[in-house]
Every structure is written in structure tokens, then in C-alpha cells.
T-cell receptor
Framework: DADVTQTPRNRITKTGKRIMLECSQT?????MYWYRQDPGLGLRLIYY???????NKGEISDGYSVSRQAQAKFSLSLESAIPNQTALYFC??????????????FGPGTRLTVL | QQQVKQSPQSLIVQKGGISIINCAYE??????FPWYQQFPGKGPALLIA?????SEKKEGRFTISFNKSAKQFSLHIMDSQPGDSATYFC???????????FGEGTQLTVNP
């Protein structure tokens, strides 16, 4: 079973719709992240959370919100989707303990298209 | 504002050749420099990482070279293979936190 799972894997929606992307992890990590990937722009951080009660904005948080429902779950919402939010979205987790210090483990991604 | 600049955007290499990808950073507080590899349809995965107390780190065919004074680091892939064809991202972070700042990515194609 995958350590970091994302649902849905693909989503097509219309402008103005609310959409939620979900991320779950079984790695027991405290830290979770949401990124978007666009060609030529790399991975850009949207939001991150260092524990259940800690939520922080990343580089490009406008138009997005998040919820950390539990240590293992971190959701990303687009309240009113717009076409320039069409992108590949990744969830990641990390831990500062042990041999995998600061290594981020990524989910398989969600391809979102906003028409 | 991109704090980590990566080049080239794309790279084509023949099998057996050397692939070189370069990154430059501005923030002198960065002290952890990983490279991630991403295959189509997959999330990125850590390939190799370096801290600035060493100038080079080698793992198999993959080597990171680090130049602290120039604020640059690079990934060298020796004896490149078609299976190395992927997108490579450099990144950087400060020890005090685990936020990674990624470069723009390099799409590597190794021709057979």
C-alpha cells in the first residue's frame, strides 16, 4: 500500500465550483505539505502544516485553503476554482527524526483541470 | 520570486554520456540541498542530498558538487541510461525548518 495517497487522481471541474483534494498518509509524519506543479515553474508550496494545530501559508496560498483533520489527513480546497488553477497538485510529508531527516515523501498527484 | 534557479530546462544526452544540471541559490541560510527525481505520472522522490560541510557527495552514478562561495550546486549523472529519463528538481532548505524551495525542474532525455 502507498504511504501517501491522494484522491481524486484526476478531476475536471468548471469555473466557480468548489473542489476539495484529499491527502492521507500512513508514515506517521507530523509535517504535511501541498504543492502545485506547472511546466517551467517547478514545485511551488501552497500550504504546509507542522502538526494538527499548525497551518502555514506557502508561496502561493491565494485562492486556496486547507484543513488538517488529523495527523494523517490534510485537505486542500479551492473555494471558487478558476482556469489558472489548472495544474498538477502534490501532497507530501516529512519528519525531522531519524535517517530520513527532512526527506519529503510525495503522493502520486492529482491532475486538476478547471474549464 | 524564485530563490533557487535551475538550468537547463531540458537536456538531451546520449546513452553513456554525462548529464549535468545546475542550480544557484541566494539565501545564505540554506544548508540542505536535495535533488528529487520524478518519472511521468509519479510524485518526485529523493535522489541524493548534500550539506554544505562537504563539496561533493557521490552515490553510484549520481554526484552532487557544491560550491558554497558561488552559491551553486550541480547534479552529475555519469554513464547516463535511458532509465534515467525523468524530470529532476533541485531544492534547498534551512535546517531550522523543513520548507523546501524547489528549482524549476530539468527534463532529461537519454537517447539509446
Amino acid at each position: 500500500d502507498a504511504d501517501v495517497t491522494q484522491t481524486p487522481r484526476n478531476r475536471i471541474t468548471k469555473t466557480g465550483k468548489r473542489i476539495m483534494l484529499e491527502c492521507s498518509q500512513t508514515k506517521g509524519h507530523d509535517r504535511m505539505y501541498w504543492y502545485r506543479q506547472d511546466p517551467g515553474l517547478g514545485l511551488r508550496l501552497i500550504y504546509y502544516s507542522f502538526d494538527v494545530k499548525d497551518i502555514n501559508k506557502g508561496e502561493i496560498s491565494d485562492g486556496y485553503s486547507v484543513s488538517r483533520q488529523a495527523q494523517a489527513k490534510f485537505s486542500l480546497s479551492l473555494e471558487s476554482a478558476i482556469p489558472n488553477q489548472t495544474a498538477l497538485y502534490f501532497c507530501a510529508t516529512s519528519d525531522l527524526r531519524g535517517a530520513s531527516y527532512n526527506e519529503q515523501f510525495f503522493g502520486p498527484g492529482t491532475r486538476l483541470t478547471v474549464l | 520570486q524564485q530563490q533557487v534557479k535551475q538550468s537547463p530546462q531540458s537536456l538531451i544526452v546520449q546513452k553513456g554520456g554525462i548529464s549535468i544540471i545546475n542550480c544557484a541559490y541566494e539565501n545564505t541560510a540554506f544548508d540542505y540541498f536535495p535533488w528529487y527525481q520524478q518519472f511521468p505520472g509519479k510524485g518526485p522522490a529523493l535522489l541524493i542530498a548534500i550539506r554544505p560541510d562537504v563539496s561533493e557527495k557521490k552515490e553510484g552514478r549520481f554526484t552532487i558538487s557544491f560550491n558554497k562561495s558561488a552559491k551553486q550546486f550541480s547534479l552529475h549523472i555519469m554513464d547516463s541510461q535511458p532509465g534515467d529519463s525523468a524530470t529532476y528538481f533541485c531544492a534547498a532548505s534551512e535546517t531550522s525548518g523543513s520548507r523546501l524551495t524547489f528549482g524549476e525542474g530539468t527534463q532529461l532525455t537519454v537517447n539509446p
